[in-house]
T-cell receptor, first 115, second 115 residues
Framework: DGGITQSPKYLFRKEGQNVTLSCEQN?????MYWYRQDPGQGLRLIYY???????QKGDIAEGYSVSREKKESFPLTVTSAQKNPTAFYLC??????????????FGEGSWLTVV | KQEVTQIPAALSVPEGENLVLNCSFT??????LQWFRQDPGKGLTSLLL?????REQTSGRLNASLDKSSGRSTLYIAASQPGDSATYLC??????????????FGQGTILTVHP
């Protein structure tokens, strides 16, 4: 089945640790995105990538890092510099950066909790 | 900066009612306006996408309209069912400038349809 796979579903981070969330898509989409969702809030864009080996900061990039070495993969690292990382993280993808009426597809999300 | 506001924040209705969810935005330079559904702890599912040249889109019991001049979009749900219970989010994107390819989300409307 075609889609976006995020792993792990649940992740716990200790203070001072870096953790990496995985996102893989087999939709052959060029563009991929990472969003953060806090309880009762809408989604906020962390990073996005329109093509392999290129990515751009979103609205809340501080404390996060990404890579885009392969078209199908866009991992997100939550670094120790992110002071309030507890949230629901959503990965998404689209054809050519969501223009010309192309829709965007989301994964099932990953819950990150600081312990 | 584009702001997206959804009203009401929460709505509880009996089964069978027709209902309207509202989404307002401050920047009329809109390219796509999209409505999503999110079930608790899950990713987002696209419902309807309206391009800037369009006025409305329909899918089954759902109808979404876009009025750029007033900065508003509405999602109309006919004959609501308990299975419609979810959070509904609207999102906007502008094809130009620094907003290229990025979605800006409202905070969502939590809908509960009771039998």
């Amino acid at each position: 089945d075609g889609g976006i796979t995020q792993s792990p579903k649940y992740l716990f981070r200790k203070e001072g640790q870096n953790v990496t969330l995985s996102c893989e898509q087999n939709l052959n989409h060029d563009a991929m995105y990472w969003y953060r969702q806090d309880p009762g809030q809408g989604l906020r864009l962390i990073y996005y990538s329109q093509i392999v080996n290129d990515f751009q900061k979103g609205d809340i990039a501080e404390g996060y890092s990404v890579s885009r070495e392969k078209k199908e993969s866009f991992p997100l690292t939550v670094t120790s510099a992110q002071k309030n990382p507890t949230a629901f993280y959503l990965c998404a993808s689209s054809i050519r950066s969501y223009v010309s009426g192309n829709t965007i597809y989301f994964g099932e999300g990953s819950w990150l909790t600081v312990v | 900066k584009q702001e997206v506001t959804q009203i009401p924040a929460a709505l509880s209705v009996p089964e069978g009612e027709n209902l309207v969810l509202n989404c307002s935005f401050t920047d009329s330079a809109i390219y796509n306006l999209q409505w999503f559904r999110q079930d608790p702890g899950k990713g987002l599912t696209s419902l309807l996408l309206i391009q800037s040249s369009q006025r409305e889109q329909t899918s089954g019991r759902l109808n979404a309209s876009l009025d750029k001049s007033s900065g508003r979009s509405t999602l109309y749900i006919a004959a609501s069912q308990p299975g419609d219970s979810a959070t509904y989010l609207c999102a906007w994107t502008n094809a130009g400038g620094t907003s290229y390819g990025k979605l800006t989300f409202g905070q969502g409307t939590i809908l509960t349809v009771h039998p």
